[in-house]
């Protein structure tokens, strides 16, 4: 079990409070229980809860051993004091709106960023550093951001360089212009899902021939793949899902549940049939949502699952399965 759990990370944007509160004590008990079934994964960013989820993972973390856990944050958003901040955080988070975030993609804001993070979760490295979601920052991201995170990487501050995203497209280009000496790894967001596979065409083929390895996350979809029994109020891209997606995600439900699996066990599978995805990321609430998901990966779903969602055209005939 451990071998097949050493490919799942723990993302933790529900530690931040992602659209309802989490008490410290029920964060904790969920890193605790990542740990102790054998996650050794774990990625964040100043983002989640305007630095609430780097805080409570490095107080998780800051008592385990530093080898044998890789972690993994972002740049690109730097939070500033925001005295007249109201309310909750406008951006999902349940937490009091007394920062705010500024987009900074220049070699300054990298390393301002990830010292803020360095401070926050009480460690003294991080192992991978992500571009977070440059979408509208091509320019600053690859003249600026780039180099500074090669540099780092250079002096040994960090191993890895990474650039997460919710579209496939720009990480194309990232890829492909910068190339492996630079971009060691990708983190795709709901992009490569059981639902959907639009990066499958150009992205993935392109990472797996010049090496650069595909962290898949979002393999949810924001929660519609959550549960085998699908509400109608699930949510896709983090808003309410549309009707027809939700029927498709029944359809797969159904299938899934003739085979004596689930469609959360089927998602968390998908996306490892591609050689390109060495790991995938799973966000959790609750300790008993982190358990239920890891002992799922632990049994592989049935091969005829997937040639039964191919014949009922659930999937292209083309697409890889493990």
């Avoid at 989490?22 to 630095?51: C, Q, S």
């Avoid at 975030?101 to 990830?114: I, N, P, Q, T, Y």
């Avoid at 630079?182 to 021939?209: F, K, S, W």
């Amino acid at each position: 079990m451990a071998d097949v759990v050493s490919r799942l990370g723990l993302g933790t944007s529900p530690l931040g409070n992602l659209y309802a509160e989490v008490t410290e004590r029920e964060a904790r008990a969920v890193v605790d229980a990542a740990w102790e079934t054998g996650v050794r994964i774990f990625d964040t960013a100043p983002h989640y809860g305007l630095g609430l989820a780097e805080r409570r993972l490095g107080a998780a973390l800051r008592e385990r051993p530093r080898d044998e856990f890789l972690l993994s944050t972002k740049v690109g958003r730097l939070l500033v004091p925001d005295p007249g901040g109201r309310g909750l955080d406008p951006e999902g988070f349940a937490v009091p709106a007394t920062q705010r975030r500024v987009w900074d993609f220049s070699a300054e804001g990298v390393r301002r960023s990830l010292e803020s993070s360095l401070d926050r979760l009480g460690l003294d490295r991080v192992d991978v550093v992500h571009l977070h979601d440059p979408d509208d920052h091509w320019d600053q991201a690859v003249h600026e951001a780039l180099p500074a995170l090669v540099e780092l990487r250079r002096q040994g501050v960090i191993s890895r360089i990474g650039i997460g995203m919710n579209q496939w497209q720009m990480l194309a280009r990232f890829v492909l212009e910068s190339g492996s000496d630079t971009v060691d790894t990708i983190l795709l967001a709901g992009r490569y899902t059981l639902l959907e596979q639009p990066a499958l065409a150009e992205l993935l083929p392109l990472c797996a021939r010049l090496g650069v390895e595909v962290v898949a996350a979002g393999l949810f979809n924001s929660g519609l793949l959550a549960m085998q029994e699908v509400p109608a109020s699930a949510t896709y891209d983090y808003r309410t899902a549309p009707a027809a997606v939700v029927d498709r995600a029944r359809r797969i439900a159904a299938i899934c549940a003739r085979h004596g699996t689930t469609l959360p066990a089927a998602a968390l599978w998908f996306p490892f049939g591609h050689p390109a995805v060495t790991g995938a990321l799973i966000g959790a609430r609750t300790e008993a949502e982190i358990r239920a998901n890891v002992a799922v990966f632990a049994t592989p779903v049935p091969a005829a699952l997937w040639a039964e969602l191919r014949d009922a055209r659930l999937i292209e005939v083309g697409v890889p399965t493990p």
